[in-house]
């Protein structure tokens, strides 16, 4: 997530035969794979059952404390689905990185964290590592350093048990090599989550670095939840200029997403948590739900209208779990209801 925001108030036969009994298991409970829709879960000894909901919310996790309410990842609210722990840290090894947990949050060791991680995991939900925020400087330019990063994901995975990993890298990505990196990963995990929360700049077209990363991957990507805030005003999908905190912003912008290639299933919609989380572009949870039903049924929509309706729309995110306590948990009951009911 921007830290400025932060500052500022601031995741054979007989096995195919299984696999696909067991997709068709995941599907009449309302569960879908970490990857797109329609595909199946990872299996064997080394996956985790981690199933994402086919409309899932997606909230961060912060590992410090900034003003905000402090939380163990036991306090988060069960209408998260997805909760991306912010953030890693950077070593003096090239693209490599590792956690620390912030002695503020209260944990008494990293065994009592890794406990919650598997609660929350019992009890359906996702945790994945985030990678960056605005001071995240994490590069990865180059071969060698996409193996680090791959590595080091891979064993904090194994370490603290992370469903996936969450890519959030706001000073430049390497599309070539974090498409490397991130295959690497789900290539020892399989069933890996992977989601990314790009600054609104950074999704305006399938060329720039982070669409075409998304796309390279679109083939295990979760979701892409975009920071439909602090970025001023853009343009949507039809050429026309949108002003963020609005429904139009919403639905405009991840318009382009939706019709540059992305399947609905990984196309999120990112918005803080409170007026205190961001620089600018709060909305209400009642416009973030004006957005979801303008984005999945063509109705409430503001000024512009999609030109299809895309139902498989994954949901939406909040930066962040402890913005939305300190505020009362309106966006986990108010929009985490809307996504849980959506068709």
């Known amino acids: 997530m921007v830290r400025a925001r932060i500052e500022r108030g601031t995741r054979t036969v007989h096995r195919r035969l299984l696999a696909g009994l067991a997709a068709a298991a995941l599907a009449s ?6 990857g797109p829709a329609g595909t199946a879960a990872a299996t064997g000894p080394a996956a985790r059952a981690a199933a994402v909901p086919q409309h899932a919310v997606t909230g961060y996790w912060q590992n410090f404390n900034n003003g905000a309410k402090v939380q163990k990842l036991a306090d988060v609210d069960d209408a998260y689905d997805i909760i991306a722990v912010a953030f890693a840290d950077t070593t003096g090894k090239p693209g490599a990185v590792t956690f620390h947990l912030d002695p503020a949050v209260g944990y008494s060791s990293a065994d009592a964290f890794k406990a919650d991680i598997k609660a929350k995991q019992a009890a359906g939900k996702s945790v994945v590592l985030s990678v960056g925020g605005e001071r995240g400087a994490v590069s990865v330019g180059d071969a060698a350093s ?26 430049g990505l390497n ?20 989601t ?26 979760t979701v892409v939840n975009t920071q439909f805030y602090n970025s001023g005003s853009m343009n949507g999908c ?22 540059g290639g992305l399947d609905p299933s990984q196309v999120g919609l990112g918005v803080p948590a409170s007026p205190s989380a961001a620089g600018g572009g709060y909305v209400s949870p009642s416009v ?20 299809r309706t895309y139902p498989g729309l994954r949901g939406a995110m909040a930066w962040s779990t402890n913005w ?20």
């Open 29 to 34: 409970a309302g569960l879908v794979a970490a």
């Open 146 to 171: 996409a193996q680090n990063f791959a590595d080091s994901v891979n064993g904090l995975m194994d370490e603290y048990g992370f469903n996936g990993i969450d890519i959030d890298l706001e000073n």
């Open 175 to 194: 599309s070539t090599y974090m498409t490397q990196a991130l295959k690497a990963v789900h290539a020892k995990h399989p069933d890996v989550v992977v």
């Open 196 to 221: 990314m929360a790009p600054q609104t700049i950074d999704m305006l077209s399938p060329q720039n670095e982070y669409f075409k990363t998304a796309l390279a991957i679109k083939d295990f990507l």
């Open 238 to 259: 039809d050429g026309k200029v949108y002003s963020q905190g609005s429904v139009d912003f919403l639905t405009a912008l991840a318009c382009t997403q939706l019709e």
């Open 288 to 307: 973030v739900n004006a957005a979801l039903d303008c984005l999945t049924a063509g109705k409430n929509c503001g000024s512009f209208k999609p030109p």
């Open 324 to 343: 939305d306590a300190a505020a009362g948990g309106a966006f986990a009951s108010q929009v985490g209801g809307h996504v849980h009911g959506l068709p």
